[in-house]
């Protein structure tokens, strides 16, 4: 039987635990055969002490283990360490850029005074096209500028299917916390309402949408809003940059994600963001919503991803 695949699949913890088990039983049947044949040599002597070197073997293992558990913890913390994780591909969808105008800005409200829903989900995987699933959606409202996190809308969701490992080391949300809980179909109609005809806000917007989208059919429940994405704004206003991530948009404008990879504490993070892009637009003399969709359409090299979903 062909192992090797097995080995591919393990994770560095174990093999380093592995390697572990390995040389310390490696050691004791050294010893163990130091202590067996010796018998037959001259005298029954080694020239040290069968009794020193089961003390040295004792005392190796007993470093070997102490080595292995200070190893074995440090892999662990690496392991649900978000920050060493890779952040979600990016996912551009210009289409969704030609929007309609929305009933404030016709009204003649500015960018500032609008109302916003921003919201966030995680996510059983990043291929929604190949069947990954919501299983957690989170939103804060952003009034005049103002963030209402008291009145903040969160749900666990149970995705009908087991939530693979590699995606918990993201999210923390296990098959056990989500068994009780909602479908999508159940949970959406909710969201909705919360949404209500709020402008949307996400960051990479166009990924957590396309979740949205592929369930309309199933749940009836559609979200014409109009969308604007973070992503897209700070590629806007910070073209020079090569970091468009939630976390190095945060870390440069001094905001800390309390909650990170949380549908909530990113939801909120962004909203944050947002409304210190509102600002840097606005000292742009971009005040309406419609020129930041016109900013944001006008984005011609950032790369589109839409295939890769």
Request: aromatic share 8%.
């Amino acid at each position: 039987m062909d192992h090797i695949p097995s080995f591919r699949e393990m994770s560095i913890r174990s093999i380093v635990s592995l390697a572990f088990f390995a040389a310390g039983l490696a050691l004791v049947l050294f010893t163990a055969s130091l202590w067996f044949f010796s018998h037959d040599m001259a005298g029954g002597e080694l020239g040290i002490g069968i009794g020193l070197v089961w003390t040295a073997t004792g005392a190796s293992l007993v470093s070997g283990a102490i080595l292995w558990l200070m190893a074995d913890r440090l892999l662990l913390a690496r392991m649900y360490d978000q920050r060493s994780l890779p952040a979600r591909p990016e996912f551009y969808d210009f289409q969704d850029l030609n929007q309609p105008m929305h009933w404030e800005e016709i009204d003649g409200k500015q960018l500032k005074d609008l109302n916003y829903v921003v919201f966030d989900t995680e996510t059983t995987g990043l291929r929604p096209s190949d069947g990954d699933e919501i299983i957690s959606i989170a939103a804060v409202r952003v009034s005049n500028g103002v963030i209402d996190e008291a009145d903040a809308y969160t749900r666990l969701v149970n995705p009908g299917m087991e939530i693979p490992k590699e995606s918990m080391k993201y999210h923390g949300i296990t098959d056990e916390m989500v068994q009780d809980e909602d479908l999508i179909a159940d949970v959406l109609p909710s969201f909705k309402e919360f949404v209500g005809d709020a402008i949307l806000v996400a960051h990479n917007a166009a990924f957590d949408m396309k979740f949205l989208k592929l369930k309309e059919d199933e749940t009836g429940v559609a979200f014409p809003n109009l969308v604007l994405d973070t992503l897209l704004l700070s590629v806007f206003l910070d073209h020079e940059s090569h970091n468009h991530s939630l976390d190095g948009i945060a870390q440069q404008m001094g905001i800390t994600i309390e909650g990170r990879h949380t549908a909530l504490g990113d939801a909120v993070a962004t909203a944050k963001v947002f409304n210190k892009m509102i600002a840097r637009l606005e000292a742009r003399a971009i005040t309406s919503l419609r020129r930041v969709v016109e900013a944001s359409a006008k984005i011609e090299h950032v790369r589109k991803l839409k295939e890769k979903f």
